[in-house]
């Protein structure tokens, strides 16, 4: 009788524009795997760019309405194989939190709630050390808020249990460590 393989949920966060859907993309490419997008970017490209408290409430159940139907449609995958895979998730609720305090000052209920009842198995945290790239949603070309934000990721993924790995340098350099470290994961 076979033991249950459970996908592992692996997530990339940081400031915009530091990599991390290019990221993503690479890693589900490299596993063979589902990779859940920010829901966020399709909302706001949908909706326009002014965006309210309550825009970030729906766009975290949109957050994580898409990552539950990843996590069921992956596990249904191992299950019918029988090969564990991870599943690479870009964006959770920290980031949600840090967008609202950083936007609005306060972070409503909802998100912190969902906070606590997050469970995943990395944290891949992409820094600002790469040039940062116009697109029509982002908001800050400036190095400082790049690396403020920066910080207070860092600061969150210190004081949290799940391990994380700071992702930097180089594509290829980012890729190489974003491997080693999930499949240090999936050897566990």
Partial sequence: MSTKLTLKKIVVIGPESTGKSTLCGY???YYNTLWCPEFARAYLLENGTSYTVDDLITIAKGQLDAVQKHVEALQLQ???TEILKPLIIDTDMYVMKVWSEYVF???PTF???EINKQQFDLYLLCKPD???VKDELREYPD???RQELFQIYKDILINQQTPWV???GSFEARNQKAVAAIDAVLAR
């Fill in 27 to 29: 890693l589900a490419d």
């Fill in 78 to 80: 191992i299950d019918q």
């Fill in 105 to 107: 000052g306060n972070c």
């Fill in 111 to 113: 998100i912190l709630d």
């Fill in 130 to 132: 790469i040039p940062w």
């Fill in 143 to 145: 190095e400082k808020p």
């Fill in 166 to 168: 700071e992702i930097s």
